[in-house]
Structure formats: C-alpha cells, structure tokens
C-alpha cells in the first residue's frame, strides 16, 4: 500500500499498481475523469507535488502537449499507476463545476490505444 496525500482534502492509502484517478475517486473526492480514463481530455490532472508518478507513455505526453500554461508537473491521473507515496493537488472536482456528474468510471487497466 502507497500512502497518497491530496493537498488539502486528505490522506489515504491506495494499492500499488492502481491508477491514481480511481484511487482519488474512492478515497471519496470527486475528482473529474470526463472522457473514462483515456486521455483524451485533461479533466484529471493533477499536480505532483511530491514523489515519483513514473514516466509518461505516449499518449498522455500527446495529450497534454496540447495544453498550454499546464504547470512541469502536471499529469493525467488516470495514466499513472502508482508505484510508491505521491504528494498531489488534484485540480478538478465535480464539486466546482456545474457539470451533473465527474465522468464514466475509468478502466482498471491503462489502455493500449
């Protein structure tokens, strides 16, 4: 088990191998996954304060590469697979939008896409 801090909503423990965006959502905060864990949108980025996220596979280095004024740490939640404590500002939640719902549940597996 990996212990995952979302700055300033809390702390909880996550299985290694498990993709961020899912662990966030069951640890109860609402974090936003629009397109179903694909990246394809940027709704769950996050923001890596500390502890290592792993490379980028091609397709979130695409997706983001798209975006600009995305701060060196930013990465789509529902990409990484955590591996070891993150340290991250999860910077979408349903609850500051006034979008019905955050999104299809994502996958367990990354995607080969």
Known sequence: MAQIEAV???????????????AIEDAGIDILHRCGGNARCTTCRVEVVEGDAGEMNARERER???EQELGPNTRLSCQVLIQGPLKVQVLRRLSETDMSDAGPRPDEALSAE
């Open 8 to 22: 300033g909503i809390k702390t909880f423990e996550a299985r290694e191998g498990t993709k961020l965006v899912l």
């Open 64 to 66: 983001l590469a798209r």
